[in-house]
T-cell receptor, first 112, second 112 residues
Framework: DQQVKQNSPSLSVQEGRISILNCDYT??????FLWYKKYPAEGPTFLIS?????DKNEDGRFTVFLNKSAKHLSLHIVPSQPGDSAVYFCAASGGGSEKLVFGKGTKLTVNP | EAGVVQSPRYKIIEKKQPVAFWCNPISGHNTLYWYRQNLGQGPELLIRYENEEAVDDSQLPKDRFSAERLKGVDSTLKIQPAELGDSAVYLCASSSRLGEAFFGQGTRLTVV
């Protein structure tokens, strides 16, 4: 039973365009959501997070949107750069637990 | 500030042999995690420590896996005996009380 789902294994966009990565969750107890970026042969790197009391959090080119009623969040990257090419993991925690539950990841490729 | 340090980076062993991984978390981080990441999957929690206490080890296969975090700082994860299915990347992460988790580079284990 996968509590955090990233249904798109891969995404390809042109440099300068917007990248939108999606994530759905099933556990209504989740109240904190994070995005991690992972390059090959490296550990995941924290990118941006959002608490359930917010519906949007922005950090430079990265914005995360949270729709609690739909149990859906998305990561927007604008403008996309070739260096953004990586695997992006959505993660969630909550219900009094600090355990992070990860999705399977989406591989983003930004073409020059 | 140094990040989470793991060693070794790579390990190849024969099945039924023991293996150990070491993790040095970020200074001051009370929470330490061990995750396992299989190919094409997101990281899955094996065990979480708050200081030296294991507070969530429900996903740790206790018949062959063991972990310790002496003095609430460094941690080791051991597998004895290793099986072919244990081949994966083992990730260590640490966090402060209310912060996001920072990951090390991981140890890629191959059991042959």
């Amino acid at each position: 039973d996968q509590q955090v789902k990233q249904n798109s294994p891969s995404l390809s966009v042109q440099e300068g365009r917007i990248s939108i990565l999606n994530c759905d969750y099933t556990n209504s107890m989740f109240d904190y959501f994070l995005w991690y970026k992972k390059y090959p042969a490296e550990g995941p790197t924290f990118l941006i997070s959002i608490s359930s009391i917010k519906d949007k959090n922005e950090d430079g080119r990265f914005t995360v949107f949270l729709n609690k009623s739909a149990k859906h969040l998305s990561l927007h990257i604008v403008p996309s750069q070739p260096g953004d090419s990586a695997v992006y993991f959505c993660a969630a925690s909550g219900g009094g637990s600090e355990k992070l539950v990860f999705g399977k990841g989406t591989k983003l490729t930004v073409n020059p | 500030e140094a990040g989470v340090v793991q060693s070794p980076r790579y390990k190849i062993i024969e099945k039924k042999q023991p293996v150990a991984f070491w993790c040095n978390p970020i200074s001051g981080h009370n929470t330490l995690y061990w995750y396992r990441q299989n190919l094409g999957q997101g990281p899955e929690l094996l065990i979480r420590y708050e200081n030296e206490e294991a507070v969530d080890d429900s996903q740790l296969p206790k018949d062959r896996f063991s972990a310790e975090r002496l003095k609430g700082v460094d941690s080791t994860l051991k597998i004895q005996p290793a099986e072919l299915g244990d081949s994966a990347v083992y990730l260590c992460a640490s966090s402060s009380r209310l912060g996001e988790a920072f990951f090390g580079q991981g140890t890629r284990l191959t059991v042959v």
